[in-house]
């Protein structure tokens, strides 16, 4: 009888993300934010929702990795830095359709966006000003992957099995990457978060996804492992 191959330790990956962006609501699509140092989730003080948009490449970080990548855990930190106060949620859902960022920076607290550059995501465009969202204010499942329960600005990490099961995914190849949407509550006035953005100043507040993983050899890589692992003596037989 031969060994088993173990499994390889567990190893952990930092990424910052990828794409980052707003969805401001607006009945035109013409605002947009996706290369400023923020972004947003909720409503604000007059009643206009505002969605975050954020995404890794992971293609990119499993390159090179011999073997199927078993994701233990995800943990994405984010650091809220306007809008703390009241307890409230955050909901991350995945993002069904691919999205971009364009050129629009925003001036002061980025609150009310920019006028939207061409590729960027708008509440309206996927990609301004010639693709459009199924619906407006993004394409994502119902389903919610993760939550996040907000107070004072700080830093704030969500882990859930939901998001493992997003990032497993995409990694493996069983539904394309376009990140998660973040929605908060969008039924009261004055709700809406600022986060900080893979754009932003200070680079301790920037987004990072943490990937707790294991790698399952390849089939070459594991017959070498099997053929230098010691072979079982055979069991004598009493008489």
Known sequence: MMAAAPMAAAEVALLGASL?????????????NGAGEW????MNNQGQRRRGLISFDLAAFADGIEGDIVVNSVALTLSLS???????????????????????DASGNEGG?????????TWLHTFYAESFWTNPGGD???SVSGSLSLGENGVYSVSSEGMRQDVAAWIAGASENFGWILLGDETQFGTARRFDSSRNAVPEG??????DYSVVPAPATLLALLA????????????
Do not use: C
């Not at 966006?113 to 995501?121: F, K, L, R």
């Open 113 to 121: 966006g920019a006028p939207a550059t061409p590729g960027s995501a």
């Open 20 to 32: 980052n962006a707003t969805l401001y609501e607006s009945s035109t699509g013409g605002i947009a």
């Open 140 to 142: 994502f499942l119902a």
């Open 228 to 239: 230098l692992a010691p072979a079982a003596k055979p069991r004598r037989r009493r008489a």
């Open 39 to 42: 972004f947003f989730a909720g």
């Open 206 to 211: 920037r987004p990072v996804l943490l990937i």
């Open 82 to 104: 306007q809008g703390g106060g009241a307890a409230t949620m955050i909901d991350f859902h995945r993002v069904t359709t691919a999205w971009g960022e364009g050129t629009s």
